[in-house]
């Protein structure tokens, strides 16, 4: 950390995500002198990269996946202006008993409640335009979906969406929303929360990864390297760190604090989701229109830890997740339009575990045991049976799990032995550090997390903005 300090700033954001967007929005318009900082780049929607496996690489970190130890289980977080909410499905959900009861018993935090967080859902609910899938143009694949989950005795209802004029009728398809949305129909933050911050003034720094945090008397000081090439350091009275549970963990692990935040890193959870491909001898075209229509809401599957999606890859995706080599699985590869997909999430209860090794690689512990095993069986069995009394020939399940959610790191909680986050949103013992993104959440919900980390994120901006507003 010795490059010159570039510039100074009254609060300082690392990360762009659905956290440090709020952050950013609710700052901004208060007034104060904010920078935020983005490893990633900016895309405008007419600049999205197109082809498939160029937006992999440009706008997720790694490449697209960030295999766990046991290489079942792929990581995927965006890196970009935006992070996660430019390749998200902009679902969103209110959380529940069934996810706050198990924040409240680990964190012992009592505003984790619907009632005590409701505030802050409809203040973030206002900030996109939220509507239920339309199913008039729903495709084959989702109708399979629903009324499977019919035919088993389960619930599933039309997904509810930060969407608006996805132009179906003109024969757009959402799939391609997984890239970023090129119509800006998808309500992600680029295209609404932060577009306000940058009009009231907001300093955003794309391409900047930090590095290193210097928390000193009265300031905290950031360090790292602008377009892989030059160092750069700025000061700031308030840090918030908004790099979802691995850019955090890195920097906190990178900065020495790991020895005063012993929880850092330790309880890290993921919802592991796992592909089934029925194979039709008809067309099922599930790529076509709106995505992910439907998803199950059934307290039966709540109370057994896990969940059907409505999705689909697309083509580079399906090659990865299809098992086989060679012929046979190029002979699948090719009839992707009969293909149809029950998606299963599994919500993980064990804590794993975040690491950095002595190169500096992340090593990532999900921590997954036999119970969660069991877990995956049973919705398998499901996914498996709902396609095949449809008429799938054959089935396959997706060579390794994806996992677009992960969550803890920095868990929230009063003890600053079992946690690093307090429920003021400060680290523990660092009083000018701010977080309240996915890092912090004290274990898996079960659910789409995006609204919540929104509307925890309002709430954290609400009480730094009582220091610094
Ligand atoms: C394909 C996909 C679909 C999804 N669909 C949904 C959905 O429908 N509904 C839902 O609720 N959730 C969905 N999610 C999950 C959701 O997008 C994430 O949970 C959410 O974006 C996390 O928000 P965050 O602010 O915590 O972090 P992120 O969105 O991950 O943002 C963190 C940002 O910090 C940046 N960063 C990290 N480290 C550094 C560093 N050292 N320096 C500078 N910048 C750094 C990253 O580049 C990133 O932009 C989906 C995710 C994916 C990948």
Redo the contacts with the bound molecule.
């Keep these: 950390m010795n490059a010159k300090i570039r510039d100074s700033y009254e609060v300082i954001v690392?990360?762009?995500?659905?956290?440090?967007s709020v952050f950013a929005r609710q700052l901004a318009l208060a007034g104060v002198r904010c920078l935020v900082?983005?490893?990633?780049r900016y895309f405008p929607r007419h600049l999205f990269p197109m082809p498939e496996i160029d937006s992999n690489a440009q706008i997720y970190?790694s490449g697209g996946l960030e295999m766990d130890t046991t290489c079942r289980h792929g990581i995927?977080?965006?890196?970009?202006v935006g992070?996660?909410?430019l390749?998200?499905?902009?679902?969103?959900y209110r959380f529940d008993e069934y996810a706050f009861g198990p924040w409240r018993a680990v964190s012992r935090i009592d505003f984790f409640t619907p009632e005590g967080m409701h505030p802050w859902y409809e203040q973030a609910e206002a900030l996109l335009q939220m509507a239920p899938v339309d199913e008039t143009y729903r495709n084959e694949c989702s109708r399979i979906f629903v009324e499977g989950h019919a035919r088993f005795g389960y619930i599933a209802k039309p997904e509810l969406r930060a969407q608006r004029n996805c132009r179906w009728d003109q024969g757009n398809d959402c799939i391609m929303c997984?890239g970023g949305c090129p119509i800006d129909s998808k309500q992600s933050m680029p295209h609404t929360v932060l577009k306000t911050a940058l009009r009231q003034g907001l300093h955003l720094l794309p391409e900047?990864?930090?590095?290193h945090i210097e928390p000193t008397q009265g300031a905290v000081l950031v360090g790292?390297t602008y377009r892989k090439r030059s160092k750069l350091r700025f000061r700031c009275r308030k840090l918030v760190l908004?790099?979802?549970p691995l850019?955090n963990t890195?920097?906190l692990l990178q900065s020495g604090l790991g020895s005063r935040l012993p929880a850092l890193g330790k309880n890290f959870y993921v919802h592991t989701q796992w592909f089934h491909f029925g194979l039709f001898d008809r067309e099922i075209c599930a790529h076509r229109g709106p995505f992910q229509v439907y998803g199950s809401q059934d307290p039966k599957m709540r109370e057994q830890g896990f969940k059907l999606e409505n999705t689909f890859p697309r083509p580079a995706g399906l090659a990865w997740l299809l098992p086989g080599y060679g012929r046979s699985h190029h002979a699948v590869m090719r009839k992707f339009r009969q293909l149809s997909c029950v998606e299963t999430a599994i919500r993980s209860f064990h804590p794993g575990r975040l690491q950095l090794d002595r190169k500096g690689h992340m090593i990532i512990d999900c921590g997954l045991t036999a119970d969660e095993e069991r877990r995956t069986k049973i919705a398998r069995q499901l996914a498996y049976d709902i396609l095949s009394s449809f008429g799938a020939g054959k089935i396959f399940t997706s060579r390794f799990s994806i996992c677009?959610?992960h969550f803890g790191g920095l868990n929230m909680g009063v003890d600053p032995k079992t946690s690093c986050v307090d429920p003021a949103f400060r680290l523990h013992g660092f009083p000018d550090i701010f977080c309240a993104?996915?890092?912090a959440f004290p274990n898996a919900p079960g659910m789409?997390?995006?609204?919540t980390?929104l509307a925890l994120s309002l709430k954290a901006s609400s009480q730094l903005l009582q220091e610094v507003g």
């Design positions: 690392i990360g762009s995500g659905p956290s440090g900082l983005e490893a990633g970190w995927m977080r965006g890196k970009a992070g996660g909410s390749a998200y499905q902009a679902i969103l997984l900047f990864e930090a590095e790292g908004a790099g979802a850019g890195r920097i677009p959610h993104d996915s890092s789409n997390p995006a609204l980390i």
